[in-house]
């Protein structure tokens, strides 16, 4: 549990656990979804690991964007902060004096931060609307176990629906 002062919520979508595949989003076309992240996540900390910094198609407008690389010689215009490591993230984010920053993927990041989350959002997509043809040799990404256990610890405290799909809100007991 994440006894700063630091409130973290991860923000995700997911196709019946799928996250996404050769490193792109599961579901690109909800335009819900997209004007969802960005509300929520407007003016906070952004959390990445480098693959999903990279697949970005410019910097996230008004969001500090930490990315999390093992390359300490990593450079990239559209983060604004590199750690090496959850700990290190962490630490910087109390020296910011940051009150609430969003885990915002990929998998491994999830699964590294889950153990530290008081929140978790996440759009399920409805797999009778959206189709994914599993093609043999595609990387696929789930939502990792470690964030699934992390749920069992928390309650639904609001849901939004949305076409196609629902935003489900987990918080911390």
Same mark, same amino acid.
């Not at 939502?143 to 309650?155: I, Q, S």
């Given at each position: 549990?994440?006894?700063?002062?630091?409130?973290?919520? /991860?923000?995700?979508?997911?196709?019946?656990?799928?996250?996404?595949?050769?490193?792109?989003?599961?579901?690109?076309?909800?335009?819900?979804?997209?004007?969802?992240?960005?509300?929520?996540?407007?003016?906070?900390?952004?959390?990445?690991?480098?693959?999903?910094?990279?697949?970005?198609?410019?910097?996230?407008?008004?969001?500090?964007?930490?990315?999390?690389?093992?390359?300490?010689?990593?450079?990239?215009?559209?983060?604004?902060?590199?750690?090496?490591?959850?700990?290190?993230?962490?630490?910087?984010?109390?020296?910011?004096?940051?009150?609430? /920053?969003?885990? /915002?993927?990929?998998?491994?990041?999830?699964?590294?931060?889950?153990?530290?989350?008081?929140?978790?959002?996440?759009?399920?997509?409805?797999?009778?609307?959206?189709?994914?043809?599993?093609?043999?040799?595609?990387?696929?990404?789930?939502?990792?176990?470690?964030?699934?256990? /992390?749920?069992?610890?928390?309650?639904?405290?609001?849901?939004?629906?949305?076409?196609?799909?629902?935003?489900?809100?987990?918080?911390?007991?």
């Amino acid at each position: 549990m994440n006894d700063s002062k630091i409130e973290l919520r /991860a923000i995700l979508s997911s196709l019946g656990g799928l996250l996404g595949s050769e490193n792109d989003l599961i579901v690109r076309t909800n335009r819900e979804d997209f004007v969802h992240f960005k509300s929520e996540t407007d003016g906070h900390y952004v959390i990445m690991g480098r693959k999903t910094v990279e697949s970005l198609p410019k910097k996230l407008p008004n969001r500090k964007v930490i990315c999390i690389t093992s390359d300490e010689n990593y450079k990239n215009d559209k983060c604004d902060y590199i750690c090496n490591g959850v700990i290190q993230c962490i630490i910087l984010l109390e020296e910011l004096k940051c009150d609430v /920053a969003y885990v /915002a993927g990929g998998e491994l990041i999830y699964e590294q931060f889950s153990p530290f989350l008081d929140q978790i959002i996440i759009t399920q997509f409805d797999t009778k609307h959206y189709e994914f043809d599993i093609d043999e040799g595609k990387e696929l990404k789930f939502v990792p176990y470690a964030m699934t256990d /992390a749920m069992l610890n928390m309650r639904v405290v609001q849901t939004k629906d949305i076409e196609h799909g629902q935003i489900i809100y987990y918080k911390r007991w």
